[in-house]
């Protein structure tokens, strides 16, 4: 258990449609980074937050966004669902940006 | 523009042997470089890690090599056990990109009884 709890666990959803994927870092974290992989595909990072503030963003889509709370806890909002944007999301956490990030268990999205 | 490349996208060996997973990075400003272990259906689990000013890490059973002049990273595991048998990632941190771990694409390992 790497302490990074994602929730849901599955999500099922129809083209058109928006969902929310939630992300609670490890205790004490300050680091949450997002990343997508697709069937076959390596991890694509997507964005990172640094303390509630957004400190990198890499193939993110416009149809997608995010944001850390001061709880530190992050959400990733995927919006106008394509077939395409299934894929199993990970967030992750770490401490700060120089140390080991560890991954949750991931949400798997299907769009139908 | 693929930065960091796992070029062998599956590698079988047999149990009690060594495997050797491989990684080429093209940025020279990477400076912490990290394997990652996956499971089907899984997060990705860190396994080792290694930091530029260092050419060697030891951690059990796996053992991280940089090479900063070929800018070569690779992963050693010995002996290899069934339980081994994941996708294995390398990623690296560094450069402009505070915080942000660049992914190599993957190698399956398979370890035979």
């Known amino acids: 258990d790497s302490g990074v709890t994602q929730t849901p666990k599955h999500l099922i959803t129809a083209t058109g449609q928006r969902v929310t994927l939630r992300c609670s870092p490890r205790s004490g974290d300050l680091s949450v980074y997002w990343y997508q992989q697709s069937l076959d595909q390596g991890l694509q990072f997507l964005i990172h937050y640094y303390n509630g503030e957004e400190r990198a963003k890499g193939n993110i889509l416009e149809r997608f966004s995010a944001q850390q709370f001061p709880d530190l806890h992050s959400e990733l909002n995927l919006s106008s669902l394509e077939l395409g944007d299934s894929a199993l999301y990970f967030c992750a956490s770490s401490l700060q940006g120089y140390t080991e990030a560890f991954f949750g268990q991931g949400t798997r999205l299907t769009v139908v | 523009d693929q930065q960091v490349k796992q070029n062998s996208p599956s590698l079988s060996v047999q149990e009690g042997r060594i495997s050797i997973l491989n990684c080429d990075y093209t940025?020279?400003?990477?400076?912490?470089f990290l394997w990652y272990k996956k499971y089907p259906a899984e997060g990705p689990t860190f396994l080792i890690s290694?930091?530029?000013?260092?050419d060697k890490n030891e951690d059990g059973r796996f053992t991280v090599f940089l090479n900063k002049s070929a800018k070569h990273l690779s992963l050693h595991i010995v002996p290899s056990q069934p339980g081994d048998s994941a996708v294995y990632f390398c990623a690296v941190r560094g450069g402009t990109s505070y915080g942000k771990l660049t992914f190599g694409q993957g190698t399956i390992l398979t370890v035979h009884p």
């Open positions: 940025n020279s400003m990477f400076d912490y």
């Open positions: 290694i930091s530029s000013i260092k």
